[in-house]
Each structure stands twice: as C-alpha cells, then as structure tokens.
C-alpha cells in the first residue's frame, strides 16, 4: 500500500524492468529456437503436458497446505514439506506389507485407499502436533519468529524420521494395475497419470465440499476473515486452528501417497524439502491464502516445469537441460515474489495484512 | 480568518486532493490551507479522513488527483524520505517508535535528513563522521531535555512509559528540524494532567523552535484550547474552515458531530 | 492443602512420562545407542547410560523440589522421587517388551485394543454426560475407525515384516544392550536392571535436594567437571598430548577415555575446589568488585593479554586436530558475523548464504587451482584471490539482493531460499561444467604461501582465519555503532517509518546485503584453500540452515554471542563425533525452543543486557 519511488525514476525498478525483459526475450529465443527445429513432436508435447498435470497435481495438494494455514494464521509454514514426508516415509512399510502379503495386487483400489488413509492420519497427526507444541506458543509474535520456528521444525523432523527409519533410500512397490499406458485418440497416456490426477482431483473436491457445505468450514473461514469476531460469535479458534493443520497435514500424507505411485523411487528423509519450496511456489502462484489459487498455481507449475526446460533452456543450447527442472521451479518462485506476489488469482492483496 | 503569527503566509496547500482506495474515496476534493507559524488542527468524526490526509501529505499514500503545495515545492509524486528532508515531520496515532533501540537512538535516526557520514567512513573511522557522530549525539541529547527525557536517553524506548513515548516519537519528529510538524493525536490516552503539560509543549514548539504544528485530536478542549486554525473533516470534504470561535458556531460541523436533529435544536436557540 | 498436594502430584506425573517419552524418543532415533559408544569412564560409564541415570537424577530433583515447595512433607518428596524414576523409565520398557519374541503378543494385542479402549475414553469423556446417544456413538466410531486404520496398519506392518527393527532401524540389539544394561540375554534381568537403576536415581535426585546447599553446589560442580572431562576424553588428550610425556598420560587415559582412578582423582580434586568456592567464593567476588578503579585497569589488562596470548598460541596449545576444528568454527564465526549484518541488524532473513560461500570457494578454486579447470594455472595466489573473492561474493550479494528488496519479510527469507536453491543446482549441472566442474567440482586447489613457506597445516591456516574474523569484528563494530547500523536497526524495527525518517531504505538494505556477503565469500575462499578442492556437494542450504542456527542460539545481533554460537553448534558436534549424526536434529530443537522460550539467544546483544542490568524488563529479543 505504501507505494514509493513511483514517478521519479527509480534504478531500482529499472533493473527489475532490465530483468523482466531479459527473461521474456529468453522464453521467446528459446521456444522459438525448440519449435522451429522441431525436435520434439506434438503427441511428445501432449505427454510432457499430461505429466506435469500429474505432477502439478499432487504440488497442488501439498500447496493446500500451505494455503490454508496462511490463509488463517498469515504464517508460512515452512515444515509443512516435512508433513509430506512424514506421511509418504511412513506408508512405505505399509506398501511394502500389502505387496508382501498380495493384497496390494489382488485388491488395488482397497490397498491404496488405505494407505492414503494411513498417510493422510500420520500426517495430520505430525501437523497438529508441530502446532500444538511449536506455533501455538507463538501466535502474535513477529512474523520471522514463526518462520524461524517453522525452519527449525523442518530439520527437527527431518532427522526425526531419519533417526526412526534409517537414512536409506527406500521404494513404493509396483502396483499392477496402474503400469501400463491408455490410449487417448493417437496419444497413449500413462494410466498412473491419470490415476494421480483423478484421485488429486477427488481429494480436492473433498476439500471444497468441507470448506464451502459443512459447519466446520464456515468457522475456518469465519476464523481468516476476522479472529477476534470469530471469537466473539463463539468459535473455538485453537480448535479451528489444530482442524485446518491437521486437514493440510491430511492431504499432504496422501498426496504422499500418490507421489509415491507416480515416482516410486526416492523415498527418504529429505524427500519433503524440495516438493515443500514447489508446493509453496504453487501456492504463491496461485495467490496464498486462496484455495482454488493453490490447486490452479500447483497445476500450473507442474506443466511448466514439465515443459520449460525442453522448451526454453533446450532451445537456448544448454546440455543437459532436464537436470535443470528444480531451477525453472525456483526461478519461478523467485519471479511470481518479484513481480506478482498477490499471485494469479489475487483478490486479496498481499499487503493489506501485513 | 488569517490567524497565523505570521498571518498571511500559507505553508501547506492543497488543491482539489483526492485519495481513492477501491472504490472508497477517503479524501474528495480537499481544497485546504495552513497558515505559516500556526497552531492548526483538523477534526472530524471516525473516518473522515483525517489520518488519510496525513499519509498523503507525508508521502505514505500518493494522491489520486489534485496538488499538494508545501512551502512553494510540489509535493505529488515525492517519496516519504524526500518529503521528510523537504521539511515535514509527523508523528503517529498508535506511537510508532523503533522499539529495540535506545531513546537517544531513535533520536539520532530522526536526524537523518542532516547527515553525511558514510559507511565507508564509519569503518575508517574518519575523523570527519566521528565528529559528526559526536554532534549528533550531543544535539539528541539536548532534544531530549528539550522533551522533558532528561537521563532516559540510553533506556529501550518500548521501556519508557507510555507518556514518554509519545514525547520521544514527537523528539524524533524534531530531530530532523523540520518547518512543520505533524501530531496525529499527541494527547490519546493521557489523564488530564498530562494533556495540559502536553498542550503546553506543543504551544512551546511553535514559540521557542518556531515550527508551524497541524494535529488531529479528538480532545474538543484541547482542539479549542490550542488552535489558532481549524479545518473540519466528514467522509473526506472539508466541511468548515476557520477559527474557533467560528467552528463552534458553524452548523455543518455540530450535524456532523450530532446529527441532523441536533442541528436544528441548535438553529432553533 | 489437598488441591495443591493433587496438582503438584499431577504435575510431577506428567513430567516423569515427559521425560520418559523423551528416553524413548533418544532410544528409538538411535542417539542412545549412539552415545554408548563413547564413555565417559572407562569400563564404567558411557554417554548413552549416563542419560539414561542422569534424566530420573535430575527429574527426582525438580519433582522433590515442586513437593517442597507446595508445602509436602520429606517422605512425599521422596516417594514422588522414586515414582518419576520409575515413570521415566517405564515408556522404554514397555517397548523392550514389544520388542522381545516372549512378549510380542504384547504388541500385538495392544495395538488391536487400543481403538476400542481410546475410543471409550474419548467418547465418554467428551460426550458422556450428554443425553444424546448418537453423538456418544458417532464420537465412539470416528475415533475407533481412525485409530483402528492406523493401529490397525501398523500391526499389520509388524505382522509382515517380523521385528521392530525392520522398521524403526534403531530399535536393534545395541539399544538393547544400553537400556538392560547389558542383560540382553535376561530380559527380565534387564528391565528390573534399568527399573531399578531409573529408580534409585530418581531417589537419589530427590535425596540430593535435601542437602544443605554448600556440599550441594560443591558435588554438583565435582560431577559437571569430570562427567565434561570424561565425555570430550578424546579432545582433553588430544590438548595434554601436545604438553604431557606419553607415559604420564597413559596412567590417566586408557586410548581416548579416563581411567576409573584418573576419574576418582579428578573428581575429588573438582568436588573440593567447588567446595572452597561455594565458601570463599563470594569473599573474593567482593574484593574483585570492591577494587578501585587503577587495580581494577589492571586486571582487566592482565585478563585481555592472557585472553591474546591463548588466541595467539592457540593452535600450539591444542595440536593440528583441534586447530583444524578451530579454523572450521573460526571460518563460520566469519560467515556469522556476516549473515548478522543482514539478519541482526537489518532485519532481512537470508536463508541463501551459502550463494557467497559457494561464490568466494569457486572463484579460489577456479582462480588458483593448477589442474585441467585451473583458468591462470598458477598466475593468481591465494593473497591475490582473497580480495577477488571479497569483491566478487560482494557483486554476487548485490545481485541478488536488487530484486528482492520491495519483497516482505517472510517472502525475502523464502525468495533468497530460492536462490540458493538455484546455486546449487547450476554448480551441479552439466551446463556449467566445463567451468567449475559439475559434480565432480575443482581440484588441485593450491595452498596460500607465506613469505615462501607454504601453509598446508590447520595450524597455519588458522592464523589466517583469525586475522579474517578479527577484522570482520572490529568492522561490525564500527558499523554497529554508526549511522549505517542505525539505519538499519531503524529498518528491522518499521521500515515504513525508517522510509519517513528519510532513511532511503533501498540503499540500505543493498548495503546491508552486498557487505554481509563479503564475509561469506572470504570464508567460502579459505575454506576452498583448506580443503584444496571445491565440490557442489558442499554447498547446500545446510550451511545457511547453520549460520542462521548460530547466530539465532548465540543471541540475535550480538557478536560475543556469534562466537559463543559457533563453538556451541559447530566445534562441539566436531568434537564429539557420535553428535554429528543428530547435529540437525539439535539445531531444529533449538532453533524452536529459542524461538518459544529465549528469542533473544544465549548472549544477547549488549543492549538487551544493559537493559536486564538496569532492573528493567527487556523481554523479546531484537527483530527475530
């Protein structure tokens, strides 16, 4: 709201507007260069969209999270990638059980509902007690200080599970059924993608119907509209507090779950870090503390991180191009603070809370 | 009308200033004046724009429409540390001190618009920034006796009492030796003794320091007590102008502090 | 009478379990089991036991302490003791019996059970004086069916996968082995064992807080100094080696811990010193104080050289092992005081810090090094790079810097996140490997030569580093106490009033950016020289996570406490090596308990202190 520097000349806009430029030039050579050679056909473009879909989809449900917290407490809640793990590591031993035992392939869908279950109660649990014990203590304080906390509680549980469960790498097990592709008109699909994707899907319109139909929802939004009324029309605001933690704890350990169907390798200690900062940049793309932005700003980071780099850095003749995935995502983070921080879908100015 | 010290000079003007947020207009179409070396107020009930004006003059809000006059330079456009050093210090409603650091401090940062030193030259330890450093201390030490802060200069300023803070957010404001100050309500939440030494303090910064002072207070006594210039605010017009004598008479200002039917009972005797 | 007696009962209930569920948490993560391995006495005692002891030690004496002072009897205060003991104790054995082939059914049943029985309680106590039966019923089913899916998992986990420890890793036979005290053959031996021995120190915790208060502090005092000695047993000898014969030392240690006599001896000598102090102490503290000012000019003289000369001679006093530990903790105290300008005083959470490192390294590296990615192949010398690091770590901070300055606070912090994210994926990439080297990094990095003679030892290169900090200090001194620093205190505080002070507030935080930078490519320049390579590998978000986890525990904006910070976060998990393991885990822990409990860090900044000094409440700490 206190905008400065706006008609003298300001270098400090000048090398942001210097940088703006340089990026869109570069988006434009490189796409240029990719499309005009033609390395890559239309049906590869339509798989690379469909996988970040996929993938977007399940950023888009760790996003949530973050979304609803920050849309109640104005915190960021740095450890919330750790929720994500927490959830995923956990239901592994569980995967691997049910693959031991058979149930896994003879009763897929059973198996997986469980698990997401499994996960989904094993986050919660880990988000509301990283609540209860280190930001509810906090509430009011300056906003670093939650932040401080949030980072602190990021390694605590960390090393938590990695003390618990070893530092190996560990796998989810095959699951039959979901191999294989689906032929969409010339196009194959792989039936996984679209399995993740619908079930992200399922998984979110669970969370509007809670938000928008039932009585808990109405005092979750009671409660991040106003507090201090909430509390006077009745509402237990630690109560409401602990339920929107323990709802995006719920489903960052399924969205576990369904990474570990999609990418099935790389389950460790450290898993939730990176999937943490994406989910967060989805839901600053989306605009934080708006829950269809989140599910939005996750998709759309998916499918840009699926194309971006064949696209843009292949085009401009950098090797390698694909290992540079995690960049264009934090690039992306970078620039959506930079030049959009009230995000895509920002009704709600950033600002006017602060 | 004219009631300045120095009469006929205006130091601060406005010219059909306008300030929107989002469809809300907060300040319409304020023509406004403050006369050089007054004592002026602005009153108006909640809301009427009273501390939007401030921001807008001081930088915080840039205007929407209109011109900003102050001292013969154009205000429009300028940033908060531009117009600060132009010669416009204010104070804050909710005491907005920097409360981790010490009172001489706080002061010491008021006089920014006046120093030069660098950081360089603060490494190096140049005996031009150590003499500098020096003098300003010195001076925020002699402001704060001169705001009745005499021995507290080295005391956390979120440690003083409330008192005490709001005379140091008025000692920062001063540091910067300003032309015209800015109290956005300088006497909320005092008892009566305190607003008395208050009002007197303020009386003393336009006589001793010659420094032309505009308040927003909700304190009528206050407000009628000290007031040389009165300017009434109501959802963001200027609905009277002048003297205090005249405020307390003009119809429009009782409506707007009443309601219609006061006004009327008042027409009626 | 009764109320208080019950409280105090409850409250000393809940914190035996704490801390027991705290025993079994060390247990089940693998620090106890990882600490056995060092002991502190030789054949008698190790890390991991001594917490198993010392915990109910400690818990019997707060608990005797809370029964006295809500008015209890002796006795009461004894038993609430030995019950905490047990309590602490009693977590652990529970799992001891899960795990155990005799007792599994244990597990088994427990976790099948415990819905029904959770759900009972839940529902009665929330819903049981109510009229309605089907809020009682739902409540009852929601809870059973939850808790049932994740109990009911888990069983069915441990059902297939056979053991505890196919699961929890650390759940194995050397947690075993501590919590029985070696009765792993005799589970029931064991678990009277640990009982036994949780018990008796409980009551000896409690026993002791009925000592009068002067044999107290001196046995107190006794303990810490040989339990200290004895757990950094490694560190002590390595410092006596280089001044005692071999022989003389082979009598007090045997390898790396103390003998038992060693122990006795220090342990007595310690007591009574503690002993005359806890007499006499008070006597020479008022003589100290009552000095006048000349004697008062000269002590404080004689403590500052004692202070330089140790400084000085440091790295012969303690030998090449330790002083490499010394140039490590120096070379972060040099990127503390640096990420402090930002961070401390400027208000700006940069959690991309390791950027400059990596920068300062990777200039060093590419600069000096004389092998295939070597630019002048020995033209530039570690003196010449030095100020090219400076500068360019600076250029990179300034860089960084420009595009994140409208942003908020938290934005910031998550934005230079991001860019240290991206550092690190760009050093590892094959994009920018023909030039530092992808993951293989930059070799044959050449050491810094001194007058001709080549500094290759830790000894040497200490001297280096401290020269670099010392600066550093004097620097954020100055800067401390000068407009700069005010301005930006000014802005940590309110940046919207700093702006109308007519601070530019831009200019500043750039400032603050590009100087807390140069610091870190200093210490990214030394440490590439000390290590004679560069890898990718090195420069993760750790090292941010590190600096950031010092400054905050040693005391926001307080250079002494930065120094405290390092040696505390950085030299002790050097020193004790089973530490590093947990060392994050540790930094997580504090960063939230500091952050809940003492934001204003171990030794806060001088004003903060001044303030406490002057009777005056000074709560939360600068900025945070």
């Known amino acids: 709201m206190f905008k400065w520097r706006t008609e003298d000349f300001s270098w400090v806009d000048f090398t942001i507007d210097v940088l703006r430029v340089l990026i869109v030039l570069a988006v434009i050579i490189g796409s240029w260069n990719t499309l005009s050679s033609g390395r890559i056909s239309f049906a590869q473009w339509v798989n690379l969209f469909i996988a970040g879909l996929s993938q977007g989809s399940i950023y888009a449900l760790i996003a949530l999270g973050y979304t609803l917290v920050y849309g109640i407490l104005l915190m960021i809640n740095f450890a919330h990638g750790e929720v994500f793990m927490a959830g995923a590591f956990s239901t592994v031993f569980l995967a691997e059980a049910l693959n031991r035992t058979g149930f896994l392939n003879t009763q897929p869908m059973l ?45 605590f549980l960390q090393y938590t599970f990695r003390g618990l469960y070893g530092s ?75 339920f929107t933690f323990g709802v995006g704890g719920f489903l960052a350990g399924s969205a576990g779950v369904i990474n570990g169907l999609f990418r099935p390798q790389g389950v460790n200690f450290f898993m939730g870090f990176i999937p943490g900062i994406k989910a967060f940049t989805a839901a600053v793309l989306g605009g934080i503390g708006n829950i269809p932005g989140a599910m939005l700003g996750g998709l759309f980071l998916g499918v840009i991180e699926a194309i971006g780099p064949n696209l843009v850095l292949a085009g401009l003749g950098i090797p390698g191009a694909n290992q540079l995935k995690d960049v264009i995502a934090f690039t992306m983070l970078v620039l959506v603070l930079i030049f959009r921080p009230q995000g895509i879908l920002g009704e709600r100015l950033s600002e006017q809370k602060a | 009308m004219e009631a300045g010290k120095k009469g006929l000079k205006k130091i601060l003007v406005s010219n059909g200033m306008t300030k929107r947020f989002s469809g809300l207009v907060a300040v319409d179409n304020l023509d406004f004046y403050i006369p050089e070396g007054a004592i002026a107020s602005i009153i108006g009930p909640n809301g009427a724009g009273k501390t939007t004006f401030f921001n807008c003059v001081t930088g915080f809000y840039q205007i929407d429409d209109g011109e900003l006059m102050f001292d013969g330079t154009r205000l429009n456009g300028k940033t908060p540390d531009q117009i600060t050093r132009s010669g416009i210090a204010r104070t804050f409603q909710n005491i907005r001190l920097f409360n981790n650091m010490s009172a001489i401090e706080n002061i010491m940062v008021g006089q920014e618009p006046h120093l030069k030193s660098t950081w360089l030259g603060s490494i190096l330890g140049l005996p031009s920034t150590r003499r500098e450093d020096e003098e300003s201390e010195d001076r925020g030490r002699e402001l704060l006796q001169f705001v009745g802060l005499e021995g507290k200069g080295d005391m956390l300023s979120k440690n003083l009492s409330y008192g005490d803070q709001r005379r140091l957010e008025i000692g920062r404001a001063l540091a910067s030796r300003p032309k015209l100050i800015l109290l956005d309500e300088p006497t909320a939440g005092m008892n009566p003794r305190e607003t008395i030494e208050t009002t007197d303090f303020i009386r003393r910064l336009r006589d001793e320091l010659d420094i032309t002072v505009v308040l927003i207070e909700h304190d009528m006594r ?26 307390q008479r003009n119809p429009d200002v009782i409506e707007a502090y009443l309601g219609s039917g006061a006004a009327a009972a008042q027409a009626a005797i | 009478m009764d109320l208080i007696r019950s409280q105090t009962w409850r409250a000393n209930l809940t914190l035996g379990l704490l801390a027991g569920a705290l025993i079994l948490y060390c247990g089940a993560i693998g620090m106890i089991a990882a600490f056995d391995e060092r002991e502190v006495v030789n054949d008698f005692i190790s890390v991991g036991r001594l917490v198993l002891l010392a915990t109910p030690f400690i818990v019997g004496y707060m608990a005797a302490n809370r ?102 890793v650390n759940i194995n036979r050397d947690w075993v082995d501590v919590i029985t005290f070696d009765n792993r053959g005799d589970l029931l031996m064991g678990i009277v064992t640990y009982g036994g021995m949780s018990l008796g120190s409980g009551l000896a915790g409690s026993i002791f807080y009925f000592f009068p208060r002067t044999p107290r502090r001196a046995l107190t005092y006794g303990l810490g100094v040989t339990i200290v000695v004895g757990a950094f047993g490694e560190t002590v000898r390595l410092v006596l080696q ?75 006093l303690i030998g090449r092992t330790l002083s490499d530990v010394a140039v490590t903790i120096g070379l972060f105290v040099l990127m503390g005081l640096g990420l402090n300008i930002a961070i401390g005083l400027a208000g700006l959470l940069d959690l991309g810090y390791v ?122 001194i100055r800067l401390n106490n000068s407009r700069t620093g005010r301005q930006w205190m000014a802005i940590r505080e309110d940046e919207d009033v700093a702006t109308a002070m007519g601070i530019d507030t831009a200019r500043a935080k750039l400032l603050a950016f590009t100087l807390s930078a140069a610091t870190g490519g200093v210490a990214g320049a030394i440490f590439a020289a000390k290590v004679g390579s560069v890898f990718p590998n090195s420069f993760t978000v750790f090292i941010s996570i590190n600096v950031l986890s010092l400054i905050i525990v040693g005391g926001i904006a307080s250079n002494p406490g930065i120094v405290v910070g390092a040696i505390v976060l950085i030299g002790l998990p050097e020193l004790l090596r089973e530490f590093s393991d947990f060392r994050f885990l540790l930094y997580g822990a504090l960063l939230i308990g500091m952050m809940i409990n003492r934001p204003q860090g171990l030794i806060p900044s001088q004003i903060a202190t001044h303030e406490i000094r002057s009777g005056v409440q000074a709560k939360a700490g600068a900025g945070g």
């Open chain 1, 111 to 155: 198996s997986i509902i469980l698990m997401i279950l499994f996960a989904g109660l094993i986050s919660m649990t880990v988000a509301i007690l990283l609540e209860r014990i280190a930001y509810r203590p906090l509430r009011g304080s300056p906003r670093l200080v939650p932040l401080i906390t949030a980072i602190g509680a990021s390694f």
């Open chain 1, 168 to 242: 190996g790498f560990k796998a989810y097990p095959q699951v039959k059924v979901l191999q294989g592709t689906v032929p969409i008109g010339a196009i194959n699909i792989p039936t996984v993608q679209i399995f993740v994707f619908v079930s992200a899907l399922f998984l979110m319109l669970g969370l509007h119907w809670l938000v928008e139909r039932t009585r808990v929802g109405k005092a979750m939004r009671a409660v991040s509209e106003n507090k201090e009324v909430a509390r006077l029309m009745g509402i237990d605001i630690d109560w409401v507090i602990m």
């Open chain 2, 222 to 247: 206050v407000v009628m007590d000290i007031s040389e210039h009165i300017t009434v605010l109501d959802y963001g017009r200027k609905i009277a102008e002048g003297l205090p004598e005249d405020i």
């Open chain 3, 67 to 168: 029964v006295k002072s809500a008015g209890g009897e002796t006795i009461t205060a004894l038993v609430s003791g030995i019950v905490t003991g047990v309590l602490i104790a009693l977590p652990s054995i529970i799992l001891l019996l899960f795990n155990s082939d005799e007792f599994r059914f244990l597990l088994d049943w427990s976790l099948r059970l415990t819905p029904f029985v959770a759900a009972t309680v839940v529902a009665w106590r929330m819903h049981g004086d109510s009229a309605d039966t089907r809020l009682l019923v739902g409540t009852w089913l929601l809870v059973a069916v939850l808790l049932g899916i994740v109990l009911g998992s888990l069983a069915l986990i441990f059902d297939v996968k056979g053991e505890l420890r196919s699961v929890l």
């Open chain 3, 242 to 316: 280089e001044n005692l014969e071999r022989d003389t030392l082979n009598t007090l240690f045997r390898r790396d811990t103390l003998r038992q006599s060693a122990a006795l001896a220090l342990f007595i000598i310690s007591t009574v010193v503690g002993f005359l102090w806890a007499m006499y102490g008070q006597q020479v503290r008022k003589s100290v104080h009552n000095m006048d000012g000349s004697q008062r000019r000269t002590t404080r003289l004689i403590s500052t050289l004692i202070f330089v000369a140790i400084l000085l001679m440091l790295p012969w």
């Open chain 3, 355 to 476: 950027t400059n490192y990596a920068v300062g390294a990777y200039i060093l590296a590419v600069l000096t090094s004389i092998g295939p990615l070597g630019l002048f192949k020995g033209t530039f010398t570690f003196w010449m790079v030095i100020p090219l690091a400076l500068l360019a770590a600076m250029f990179a901070g300034f860089m960084f810097a420009v595009p994140v300055l409208r942003m908020r606070g938290d934005y910031l912090a998550i934005a230079t996140l991001g860019f240290g994210e991206i550092i690190g994926k760009l050093a590892i990439s094959d994009w920018l490997k023909p030039i530092i080297g992808g993951a293989q990094g930059v070799q044959a990095i050449q050491k810094p030569v001194f007058f001709g003679a080549e500094l290759r030892n830790p000894e040497q290169l200490y001297y280096i580093v401290l020269v670099a900090c010392l600066v550093t200090l004097f620097v954020s």
